[in-house]
């Protein structure tokens, strides 16, 4: 028979082409150790939920009286459900045009977009404009329409940190442009040095590559730092002086675990920069339900704001939202519950209040776990966990462990997280599948277990590593970084 | 300033080429003559909760509950929810992990999955495979996944029907294909003549596209045909000789409004072929939770289920569907809720038989209430709605209504639905943005309007219509089809 279309040798090249490592081999082996009855540590994917982060009493009722819309009418109703639930729900339910089960519009409720709009300017100070924020399926589904938005072959290049998170290089590689790495800086806590750029840039260009978007994802995934103002200052003026678009990856802007470098967004260090560079650059800014306290990342809820982007651009994203008619409606109403949360004196706002505090002071404590623990085990160092949620440690690996995995056929870093896989049903990603210098080897893991349990996921993680160490170690010193 | 990324000239060509009609400009005008104050009958998407339909309560109360899981153990649950919602909603947060805000597998959740195969095999009599089932956000997505998936460039060819819905043509801009049409015989109440394929592949071949695959929509939007069991026969014939893959969009198989020509399933008629042709046809059918008796749009769920798909190609679809991590929860759980209905017996039986037959039979009064209503207009035929959610009368529009349209600078049927839209609100959509044959004209319109208000709305149309014919008329006579 000649070939079919869906046979692998006759599929889009770049569909092959996408590498996507949260979900990759190590995922793989894990699922099928967890088939066959071993305990599993998922810390691949920051799934909070997964690893019983317990979702937020409020916005849950509101939703479940959403779905439900006939339990207002029942006169039991408030057994259940407290009043500002009720309310909250009606105020919902009366922006939708026929309940959670009608399409809305492509770009999302308009309600719900001027709640984000509230929100992102009680947040920087400056006003949002609701016409220029879509909501999404999630962050991920809007960095993916505006990347195809942007990307027309491989002469186009977009600038993505290295570590990254894989989205970026899949989402490349799938719409056919060309990634172009700038690193940050593991000595200087993950640090973003402009200097960096312009390599990485005139390295492109040297390539006939035109570099036309930057993307930065603060706090960092999988770096866990967080961009100071001055930083981001320094960026924006590069993209002004380039004329690159920058895509502001904040969904874990609710995730800060210091105070010395309080999140701050790319939007409102561009306003406050004034013109011309603020009226000049094109920033479009990403964020979602699905980390912070909701950590609702099974809803599917995002969305995205554009900023400086001329009105035919718009349109022309409106259109293609379109093809796919509206993003889910119950997580556009998620998304206006985390924007527009409860206030002094709401009935339910003492438990809001306890139950978000608690999960982000637990996280904090977490990341402060989970640092000093990686920071203990031999030929392992660790930046601290500014935000996000996720550490990043190096592994420093003894020659003679990358022989023996070049003897297995893999990866190093895929080999050891592999064998801390078989030892201890910790799954988590080889700093491969981000991204790293040549020859220096990281893992990730989230920093979600609980935090009951963290100390002995922590104690069994240094038992393996430093056998490990022990085992390959010649003893005869090797260079770090 | 050099032009930016996000400047209209410099976007992705394959994005401005998109075409959307069903939110285009008729969708526009009417949403500005709402906020005008002007009542819109919005008969443009096929969305029935938008226009009154209601969802039906045992869904609605098993997601309610697994949004709002605490209530499970609420000693008053019992007076709200009937035990066997609260049995089902138990059933599905147990093959969650970690309720509904956690991501699932990026082919969603096992446990549905399975669900849909059984349902899959009880409808169609053959086995089918949990493995080579993904869960979408709604069909649209698996639509545009799988086009993604084959589309290599502008060399290779899509059949697709003409009249079709817009997310082919859509999708297959974006992606860069060529979408190579095959006219439905409006005369053979929307037919499918295999001799018209062959014509269609030749001529594409003479321009150097090789077509790779072929798409189906039955019951057909916008047209409502029915595919009969001999039609899919020769189709997946067809497929075989050109070694096709047939993409079977089988959304409104519960949207069947006659009883001479049951759906029935691509896959049911392609195992029924025996080998080699079962063997070798490579198919994907989609289905959805937006339409039949559900028609939860807004929730975005959907799956599609491969049959003769390589593993490795399935594999591959599963790496690009883990780069958005998952697709919704809730919606998976209605899915699974769809696929897996009340049995008799079940407490709510009664009451989901009674809903769920109210709302189809309704929509078959209405079927017939508008072909009727087409039919006894001036210079309008229109083919009865065997399936699916729309009519789509052909408007046989007079020279003289033709040269106005030119006169104003817009498409002739454009021109007639504007008119329309102005004089009674109700919101169409023209025919040229489904594809039609040179010099003819259709409109769609969706056959979802409440029952009670059809009456109305029907001779509010057929009032504009006369009239419209009466000025433009000259009594000259000319020709149709
Ligand atoms: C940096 C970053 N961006 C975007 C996303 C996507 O999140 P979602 O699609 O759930 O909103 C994630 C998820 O882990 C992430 O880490
Ligand atoms: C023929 C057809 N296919 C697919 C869809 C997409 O439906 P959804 O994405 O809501 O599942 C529609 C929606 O109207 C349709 O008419």
């Given at each position: 028979m000649a070939p079919k279309a869906l046979d692998y040798d006759s599929l889009n090249e770049n569909v092959k082409k996408v590498q996507y490592a949260v979900r990759g081999e190590l995922y793989l082996r894990a699922s099928e150790l967890q088939k066959e009855g071993k305990k599993i540590i998922f810390t691949n994917v920051g799934n909070p939920h997964a690893l019983g982060q317990k979702p937020l009493t409020f916005p849950r009722q509101v939703i479940a009286l959403c779905q439900a819309p006939f339990l207002l009418d029942d006169p039991n109703v408030g057994l259940l459900f407290p009043a500002d639930a009720i309310a909250r729900a009606k105020h919902y339910l009366a922006m939708t045009s026929g309940g959670l089960g009608a399409y809305s519009d492509s770009r999302g409720m308009p309600g719900v977009r001027k709640e984000v709009a509230n929100f992102i300017e009680r947040r920087d100070g400056y006003p949002s404009d609701p016409e220029v924020i879509f909501l999404t399926d999630g962050a991920s589904k809007g960095v993916m329409q505006i990347l195809n938005t942007i990307i027309r072959g491989e002469g186009d290049g977009v600038l993505v940190p290295v570590p990254q998170y894989p989205l970026y290089s899949a989402a490349i590689s799938l719409f056919g442009g060309s990634l172009v790495p700038y690193y940050l800086e593991e000595t200087a806590n993950w640090g973003l040095d402009v200097n960096q750029l312009r390599q990485s840039v005139a390295q492109a260009h040297s390539k006939g590559i035109t570099v036309r978007a930057m993307v930065i994802i603060n706090p960092g995934n999988p770096t866990g730092q967080c961009l100071s103002e001055a930083n981001l200052r320094e960026i924006l003026h590069y993209c002004y002086q380039?004329?690159?678009?920058?895509?502001?990856?904040?969904?874990y802007q609710q995730n800060i675990y210091q105070d010395e470098r309080p999140f701050i967004s790319a939007r409102k260090v561009l306003m406050g920069m004034g013109p011309p560079v603020s009226k000049e650059v094109q920033l479009v800014s990403f964020h979602t339900v699905s980390k912070g306290y909701f950590g609702e990342c099974g809803q599917r809820g995002g969305y995205f704001e554009m900023t400086n982007i001329p009105p035919k651009t718009v349109d022309e994203i409106y259109k293609v939202a379109s093809v796919s008619l509206s993003p889910n409606v119950p997580a556009q109403i998620f998304m206006g519950l985390m924007v527009n949360p409860l206030k002094p004196g709401d009935l339910s706002y003492e438990q809001f209040i306890r139950e978000s505090k608690g999960i982000i002071e637990s996280l904090r404590r977490r990341a402060r776990m989970m640092t000093d623990g990686f920071n203990s085990c031999k030929n392992v160092i660790c930046n601290f966990t500014e935000g996000a949620m996720y550490s990043f440690p190096q592994i420093r690996l003894p020659p003679k462990a990358i022989e023996a995995a070049k003897k297995a056929g893999k990866v190093p870093d895929v080999f050891y997280c592999l064998k801390l896989l078989e030892a201890t049903g910790i799954s988590t990603v080889p700093g491969s599948g981000f991204g790293q210098k040549e020859g220096v080897f990281h893992l990730r893991t989230t920093i979600l277990p609980a935090e009951e349990?963290?100390?002995?996921?922590?104690?069994?993680?240094?038992?393996?590593?430093?056998?490990?160490?022990?085992?390959?170690?010649?003893?005869?010193?090797?260079?770090?970084?």
């Amino acid at each position: 028979m000649a070939p079919k279309a869906l046979d692998y040798d006759s599929l889009n090249e770049n569909v092959k082409k996408v590498q996507y490592a949260v979900r990759g081999e190590l995922y793989l082996r894990a699922s099928e150790l967890q088939k066959e009855g071993k305990k599993i540590i998922f810390t691949n994917v920051g799934n909070p939920h997964a690893l019983g982060q317990k979702p937020l009493t409020f916005p849950r009722q509101v939703i479940a009286l959403c779905q439900a819309p006939f339990l207002l009418d029942d006169p039991n109703v408030g057994l259940l459900f407290p009043a500002d639930a009720i309310a909250r729900a009606k105020h919902y339910l009366a922006m939708t045009s026929g309940g959670l089960g009608a399409y809305s519009d492509s770009r999302g409720m308009p309600g719900v977009r001027k709640e984000v709009a509230n929100f992102i300017e009680r947040r920087d100070g400056y006003p949002s404009d609701p016409e220029v924020i879509f909501l999404t399926d999630g962050a991920s589904k809007g960095v993916m329409q505006i990347l195809n938005t942007i990307i027309r072959g491989e002469g186009d290049g977009v600038l993505v940190p290295v570590p990254q998170y894989p989205l970026y290089s899949a989402a490349i590689s799938l719409f056919g442009g060309s990634l172009v790495p700038y690193y940050l800086e593991e000595t200087a806590n993950w640090g973003l040095d402009v200097n960096q750029l312009r390599q990485s840039v005139a390295q492109a260009h040297s390539k006939g590559i035109t570099v036309r978007a930057m993307v930065i994802i603060n706090p960092g995934n999988p770096t866990g730092q967080c961009l100071s103002e001055a930083n981001l200052r320094e960026i924006l003026h590069y993209c002004y002086q380039e004329n690159l678009v920058l895509l502001g990856d904040e969904v874990y802007q609710q995730n800060i675990y210091q105070d010395e470098r309080p999140f701050i967004s790319a939007r409102k260090v561009l306003m406050g920069m004034g013109p011309p560079v603020s009226k000049e650059v094109q920033l479009v800014s990403f964020h979602t339900v699905s980390k912070g306290y909701f950590g609702e990342c099974g809803q599917r809820g995002g969305y995205f704001e554009m900023t400086n982007i001329p009105p035919k651009t718009v349109d022309e994203i409106y259109k293609v939202a379109s093809v796919s008619l509206s993003p889910n409606v119950p997580a556009q109403i998620f998304m206006g519950l985390m924007v527009n949360p409860l206030k002094p004196g709401d009935l339910s706002y003492e438990q809001f209040i306890r139950e978000s505090k608690g999960i982000i002071e637990s996280l904090r404590r977490r990341a402060r776990m989970m640092t000093d623990g990686f920071n203990s085990c031999k030929n392992v160092i660790c930046n601290f966990t500014e935000g996000a949620m996720y550490s990043f440690p190096q592994i420093r690996l003894p020659p003679k462990a990358i022989e023996a995995a070049k003897k297995a056929g893999k990866v190093p870093d895929v080999f050891y997280c592999l064998k801390l896989l078989e030892a201890t049903g910790i799954s988590t990603v080889p700093g491969s599948g981000f991204g790293q210098k040549e020859g220096v080897f990281h893992l990730r893991t989230t920093i979600l277990p609980a935090e009951e349990e963290m100390p002995e996921i922590m104690s069994s993680f240094k038992k393996f590593n430093d056998e490990f160490m022990e085992q390959y170690d010649d003893h005869s010193g090797y260079s770090r970084l």
